[in-house]
């Protein structure tokens, strides 16, 4: 019985199923696989194999096997439950196999599978439509491709697979590539690495080499720093204005003074370009970024100031000749040199100087004021306070108004012991200060120094000290008078000069009461004769 007519026996026979696993059965080129049936101690009597219908792959009948010869040296049969081997496997082995198994019985079982022998899956490579791509402009055409059979592909941005939305970004799959087309791609589509995966049923590869596609962006966010300058910025000083911009390649940068290019391409606009072009009014500044790649340009916001020269010096011219309280005038100018003058102030000492009296008069603009009469408390360091927007400077002027000596004061004690020592100071408010000199009791001494010093008081340094202070300048002299007492030892037993008055008052009073006393008590035991 040949092959083809044992496929005639098959067909005729009542068919029972299942005694084959559900396929399709995978397997790869050049390995082997066995369609393995169900059947157990059934010693079967005829075993036959066909494959995609009728074509014959083995028969064993009374004991005969029979193999067709595309199976030839590469088939084995198991005699006890019918199971087929097949070795050496090639691409044409695939096909839908069918087995009819008759048991010692005369039963008949029937058995269908498919089985898929594949290639493995190899030389898995991504290939780009363009080299590179611009930002919202490029459609860029990815093609996965791979050796294999009954071949499927994944492709993965990272860790992340990239959806396919239909729109965008869409898929072609044929059964040895995927094409997958991104239109007016973002930087975010392909910022990589970028994989393709294939795969069939039993083996997966996936590029070895990851694929990255520059894509050039931007400009995007484009800005000034600072963004808020003040208002005026100093001329000469380091302000600086930076323009940047996210972009890829780097943008290129241009400045514009109220619209107007100024300066070469930089993303730093210094004060010395600006100044180069002689603007200094207050306008406003702006950049423009531009993509070398794609020729996108956009601007800035604007930020707007004015170059101000600061204040370079300031000086007081005030009066050079003698003053004199209550005789004398002062008028004090202000002069500042470079930059623009915004606003003069005038202090006393470190405070304001107002105009608290009708004796200062300001000028309109406060470059001058003018002091008169002057007064003694004139005396002091004026200060003229120069300031604009940018800078702030001030000069310094010491006003000497001659005036005194005022009534002087002598500070010493009232009351001495001999021998000890003792120092009257004088002192009398003047400008210059006042010359002194010192009397004893209308005498003259040799002291002319503010202090008068008794080294070891004696009796003979009692009396009445008047100092004389003089001004050389007014001519002007006043003095005053102190009395100084020399005691004995120990008799004031450090009393001070009130506890010593108090006692020379207190016995002064008990001495006039006892005179009182005695004047009554004689009167009432003296009798008196009568004038009758």
């Known amino acids: 019985m040949d092959l083809r007519h044992s496929a005639m026996l098959f067909t005729s026979q009542n068919k029972a199923t299942g005694i084959l696993p559900e396929g399709p059965v995978a397997a790869l080129v050049g390995g082997n696989v066995t369609l393995k049936t169900a059947i157990t101690n059934q010693n079967p009597s005829v075993i036959t194999w066909t494959v995609n219908g009728p074509h014959g792959v083995a028969t ?22 019918g199971s087929l081997t097949l070795s050496a496997l090639k691409p044409g082995d695939s096909g839908d196999y069918s087995v009819s198994v008759i048991t010692s019985d005369a039963e008949t079982l029937l058995g269908e599978t498919k089985l898929q022998v594949v290639e493995p899956v190899s030389d898995v490579i991504i290939k780009s439509s363009v080299p590179d791509a611009i930002e919202y402009n490029s459609t860029v055409i990815l093609t996965c491709s791979a050796k294999g059979s009954l071949l499927s592909f994944n492709w993965i941005n990272g860790s992340v697979p990239i959806v396919v939305d239909g ?5 072609i799959k044929t059964n040895s590539s995927s094409v997958l087309t991104i ?15 294939a795969s069939n049923s039993l083996t997966t590869k996936t590029t070895t080499t990851p694929f990255n596609l520059t894509v050039y962006y931007g400009p995007d966010d484009v800005a000034i720093t600072p ?3 003040p208002k005026f910025i100093q001329a000469g000083s380091t302000f600086n204005l930076t323009c940047s911009a996210s972009s890829l390649p780097p943008a290129s940068f ?26 200094t009014k207050e306008a406003d500044y702006t950049c423009r970024a531009e993509n070398p790649k794609s020729k996108r340009n956009v601007a800035s ?36 040199t470079g930059g623009t003058v915004g606003d003069i102030d005038w202090l006393k000492d470190g405070k304001p100087l107002g105009p608290s009296s009708p004796r200062v008069v300001f000028a309109a603009d406060k470059t001058s004021v003018q002091i008169s009469p ?20 001030e000069a310094h002027y010491i006003m000497q108004v001659v005036y005194g000596p005022e009534q002087p004061t002598i500070t010493g004690r009232k009351a001495v012991e001999v021998n000890q020592r003792e120092e009257l100071t004088c002192s009398a408010a003047s400008v210059p200060p006042a010359n002194y000199t010192w009397k004893l009791n209308d005498t003259a001494t040799e002291t002319t120094v503010a202090v008068f010093i008794i080294a070891s008081a004696t009796y003979k340094d009692t009396g009445t000290y ?15 008078s102190h009395t100084l007492s020399v005691r004995g030892e120990g008799t004031l037993d450090g009393l001070s000069d009130g506890a010593i008055a108090g006692i020379v008052i207190a016995v002064i009073i008990a001495v006039v009461l006892v005179v009182v006393g005695v004047y009554y008590y004689c009167r009432q035991k003296v009798p008196m004769s009568s004038p009758y």
């Not at 008047?466 to 002299?477: S, W």
Request: aromatic share 6%.
């Open 60 to 81: 064993f009948v009374s004991g005969n096997l029979k193999v067709a010869p595309a199976y030839t040296g590469r088939l084995s049969l198991n005699l006890t439950d």
């Open 167 to 171: 729109t965008r970004i869409t898929e």
């Open 183 to 197: 239109k007016n791609v973002l930087r975010t589509d392909l910022v990589g690495p970028i994989y393709c995966s």
């Open 227 to 229: 963004a808020n300058p």
């Open 254 to 279: 241009t400045w514009y003074y109220n619209g107007t290019m100024i300066g070469s391409p930089s993303s730093i606009l210094t004060l010395d370009m600006i100044k180069a072009q002689g603007y």
């Open 301 to 336: 916001p604007a930020v707007s100031f004015a170059i101000m020269e600061g204040i370079s010096s300031v000086k007081i011219i005030g009066p050079t000749g003698v003053l004199i309280a209550d005789n004398s005038t002062a008028n004090l100018s202000c002069q500042a």
């Open 374 to 393: 002057l007064q003694k408390d004139d005396n002091g360091r004026f200060t003229c306070r120069v300031s604009n927007a940018v800078s702030s400077k």
């Open 466 to 480: 008047t100092c004389e202070a003089r001004n050389i300048i007014t001519g002007k002299t006043t003095s005053t």
